[in-house]
């Protein structure tokens, strides 16, 4: 998780939104907080507090307002950051192991009822490459029949390049969310082919996607060079974290200061020399692990347990379980429909309780998802899916409006969420998501489906592009 203020200062934020029941501007924050932090940093607590669903954003530009949400029952205020109604629906996704669900329900627990512990060295130590596995065989042997795609004798980062523009957008776009950005896929896209900022939104929210882009694009032209090494990691940083730092100096290099995280009881290991052994403990034993499954999955376990950089850990960790896969021409791991919560929660299991299961059966779901996403040879993920299944009349309505009304994706963005803002909040995050989806991936061979013309479908292509 990512380096965050003392809680008593989101806390302090948080407080200030509270005595204005109609909507607060930044600037009155600012002006009614006894010492309040330069805009930048306020801008990044207000984006930590709305990821943890504890406060809202509404308006455009210089009309932006925040509002407190209110919990909506003692459960839901037992949960992690990240955590609300819609979120724990979405949690039931993916199916857990009892193991999972035990972890589960241990770091949903307040914080006051759970143990504060520190950096264990013994959880990297025990870790015996080739010997230990996070993964079972099994799981391995299924997630490489799902994911290998190419004959194996091309070059690294064929398979990477082929899916470049897609990967871009959706790698881009699930990371970011994980840590809380509030851009839609459709303004992502936008941003990323375009260059063009979603009206407003933060510039933060902006520049964490094009770093990833950036991030990303290194990966897969770098495909030959990139390994665990220090020089694919601190690289890897530099192009996450870049312009999105207290200090631009600590991009790309070991964090030599304590950091702190927030609602967890996690004290991150303190020392530049303890983490800089680790750091390079860490990626010894990455580069020595054969199966790509394993790699992938231990660097996203012992990257963010770390914490060895400033900031930034989690985007790292997420990126860098991609290298083995990019090399290996696998299919590439987008987290698409990871629930934020959940995922939280897996980390947490593993910061408090140095326990694998919530995460390893998230990262399972997630990988399987992606095959089915990308994959030359697609993998059925069983049943339909059970919200577009109820929601499958709204969803084609709301697609063939944005084409017959030849609408720019800019345009259908805003339409989309007139239109979801109709709707249950429950459904509402879904609902966006499923239907930018379902436009970005229309074309001549599905559009029947939507009951669109030849002719509707190729003037809308001119708008949209």
């Not at 665990?228 to 100096?249: E, G």
């Not at 960790?317 to 290996?328: E, T, V």
Request: net charge neutral; with cysteine; charged share 25%.
């Amino acid at each position: 998780m990512a380096n965050a203020p003392l809680m008593h200062e989101y806390q302090a934020v948080e407080d200030v939104i509270t005595q204005y029941p109609e909507g607060v501007a930044i600037d009155q924050i600012e002006r009614s907080m006894p010492s309040a932090p330069n805009r930048r940093t306020l801008q990044r607590w207000l984006n930590a507090l709305m990821a943890q669903q504890r406060i809202r954003r509404e308006g455009h530009a210089r009309a932006v307002k925040y509002w407190r949400i209110k919990p909506v029952d003692s459960a839901e205020q037992a949960m992690p950051p990240g955590t609300s109604s819609v979120t724990a629906h979405a949690d039931t996704l993916i199916p857990l192991s009892p193991e999972a669900r035990e972890v589960e329900t241990r770091v949903r627990q307040p914080m006051m009822l759970r143990q504060p512990v520190g950096y264990k060295r013994d959880f990297l130590d025990s870790y015996r490459p080739n010997e230990t596995a996070y993964l079972s065989q099994d799981i391995r042997d299924e997630l490489l029949l799902q994911g290998q795609v190419l004959g194996g004798h091309e070059p690294a980062g064929t398979y990477a390049r082929q899916l470049a523009d897609r990967l871009l957008i959706d790698l881009s776009w699930n990371s970011s969310r994980l840590e809380g950005n509030t851009y839609s896929l459709l303004e992502t896209e936008r941003l990323i082919s375009a260059g063009e900022a979603a009206t407003g939104k933060n510039a933060l929210e902006a520049q964490m996607i094009l770093n990833h882009k950036g991030a990303i694009e290194f990966l897969i032209d770098a495909s030959n060079d990139i390994d665990f090494n220090r020089y694919t990691l601190l690289n890897l940083h530099a192009l996450l974290s870049d312009n999105l730092l207290d200090d631009p100096t600590a991009s790309g290099r070991l964090r030599s200061i304590p950091v702190g995280i927030g609602q967890t009881t996690f004290l991150p290991l303190e020392g530049p020399q303890r983490i800089e052994e680790c750091f390079d403990q860490v990626l010894d034993t990455a580069a020595a692990i054969r199966d790509p499954f394993e790699q992938a999955f231990f660097v996203m376990v012992h990257l963010p347990y770390l914490q060895p950089f400033v900031d930034v850990n989690k985007r790292v960790s997420r990126l860098a379980a991609n290298i083995p896969l990019i090399k290996r021409n696998l299919c590439p791991l987008s987290f698409v429909d990871v629930p934020q919560s959940l995922y939280i929660s897996a980390l947490l299991g593993v910061y408090e309780l140095h326990r694998t299961e919530l995460l390893r059966d998230v990262f399972i779901w997630a990988y399987k998802r992606s095959c089915a996403r990308y994959s030359a040879v697609r993998q059925s993920l069983g049943d339909p899916d059970p919200f577009r299944l109820q929601f499958r009349e709204n969803i084609a309505e709301v697609v063939a409006h944005v084409v017959r009304q030849k609408m720019n994706k800019k345009q259908a963005v805003r339409h989309i969420q007139q239109v979801a803002h109709q709707m249950e909040a429950l459904h509402r995050p879904r609902f966006i998501e499923v239907v930018e989806t379902q436009l970005l991936h229309l074309h001549e061979g599905n559009m029947a489906r939507y009951r669109l013309r030849p002719s509707e479908f190729r003037q809308w292509q001119e708008a949209w592009r």
